[in-house]
Nanobody, 123 residues
Framework: QVQLVESGGGLVQAGGSLRLSCTAS????????MGWFRQAPGKEREFVAR????????NYADSIKGRFTISRDNAKNMAYLQMNSLKPEDTAVYYC????????????????WGQGTQVTVSS
């Protein structure tokens, strides 16, 4: 089992920045690829970014490419999502997820999930 807890969400004006953190416990964190997903009201959960278990490979959704950066610190069992130039359409609940075997961006490929943190961007 891997337990994940997100933090760092909040209310920010358009153009602002937030840094989300995901704290992992349980199994060996460095064995797992990590992903960030988001879900806006009335919409499906969508992929935001992922990072490989060693942090050598990353993928980003086109909608956030160039504005968001995913990273991880395996020594601290932490993953991060730095979000810059935020837009109102980035408003959603953001989830971190982990899986030992996936290399993909489909949420169904991730076994472990946090409870989410709300990000609200005002215009």
């Amino acid at each position: 089992q891997v337990q994940l807890v997100e933090s760092g969400g909040g209310l920010v004006q358009a153009g602002g920045s937030l840094r989300l953190s995901c704290t992992a416990s349980g199994r060996t964190f460095s064995d797992y690829a990590m992903g960030w997903f988001r879900q806006a009201p009335g919409k499906e959960r969508e992929f935001v970014a992922r990072i490989s278990w060693r942090g050598t490979s990353t993928n980003y959704a086109d909608s956030i490419k160039g504005r968001f950066t995913i990273s991880r610190d395996n020594a601290k069992n932490m993953a991060y999502l730095q979000m810059n130039s935020l837009k109102p359409e980035d408003t959603a609940v953001y989830y971190c997820a982990a899986d030992r075997f996936t290399t993909g961006t489909n949420p169904y490929e991730y076994r472990y999930w946090g409870q989410g943190t709300q990000v609200t961007v005002s215009s």
